[in-house]
Antibody
Framework: QVQLVQSGAEVKKPGASVKVSCKAVGYTFTSYGISWVRQAPGQGLEWVGWISPSNGNTEYAQKLNDRVTMTTDTSTSTAYMELRSLIYDDTAVYYC??????????????WGQGTLVIVSS | DIQMTQSPSSLSASVGDRVTITCRASQSVINFLNWYQQKPGKAPNLLIYAASSLQSGVPSRFSGSGSETDFTLTISSLQPEDSATYFCQQTYGRPRTFGQGTKLEIK
């Protein structure tokens, strides 16, 4: 069964860094991209960025570009998202999702279960 | 950035009703339009991709239509388990933006 399994919740102080993991199970990791999306409490979905496990290419949301880094470990089929210099507005559930091509477009499926990151002093 | 605007923001309907949610893009996204369903405390779940293609395993009462800037998600006969928030997403432009969501409640 294809699934993405994420790491557990984190509580961080402002200015700290957090690294969230996303382990791919049930498919060839390098055949699909991994996208990251976040959702602040009670809010909508915000695209954070994307990484290609096959070649390491990345693309980040402009507002986070200087604070976020996405990497992969193909030996363990795991993707990582690191966010630095955390601010209160970074409090959110962070999701990873498999990005695949379909019918000439892209779709995000499946999604990980989400990782809650709380920024609190 | 391409702005995605959904309407309505919320609605209430009865079991068996036909429900329509619309999504408008600020510029053409061709057919690079997905629909997701999200239930409280859960990750989004893909319903429709490429504007009108039904994702495997999704009930056939869900359908999508539209192109360019105007898109529609239709539930032909509402079921109790359809109570959720629905999001559209464009994957044509960068960044990949989402609509603000439509919260659907069952009367």
């Amino acid at each position: 069964q294809v699934q993405l399994v994420q790491s557990g919740a984190e509580v961080k102080k402002p200015g700290a860094s957090v690294k969230v993991s996303c382990k791919a199970v049930g498919y060839t990791f390098t055949s699909y991209g991994i996208s990251w999306v976040r959702q602040a409490p009670g809010q909508g979905l915000e695209w954070v960025g994307w990484i290609s496990p096959s070649n390491g290419n990345t693309e980040y949301a402009q507002k986070l570009n200087d604070r976020v880094t996405m990497t992969t470990d193909t030996s363990t089929s795991t993707a990582y998202m690191e966010l630095r210099s955390l601010i209160y507005d970074d409090t959110a559930v962070y999701y990873c999702a498999r990005r695949g091509a379909a019918a000439g477009t892209y779709r995000f499926d499946p999604w990980g279960q989400g990782t809650l990151v709380i920024v609190s002093s | 950035d391409i702005q995605m605007t959904q309407s309505p923001s919320s609605l209430s309907a009865s079991v068996g009703d036909r429900v329509t949610i619309t999504c408008r893009a600020s510029q053409s996204v061709i057919n690079f339009l997905n629909w997701y369903q999200q239930k409280p405390g859960k990750a989004p779940n893909l319903l429709i991709y490429a504007a009108s293609s039904l994702q495997s395993g999704v009930p056939s009462r869900f359908s999508g239509s539209g192109s360019e800037t105007d898109f529609t998600l239709t539930i032909s006969s509402l079921q109790p388990e359809d109570s959720a928030t629905y999001f559209c997403q464009q994957t044509y432009g960068r960044p990949r933006t989402f609509g603000q969501g439509t919260k659907l409640e069952i009367k």
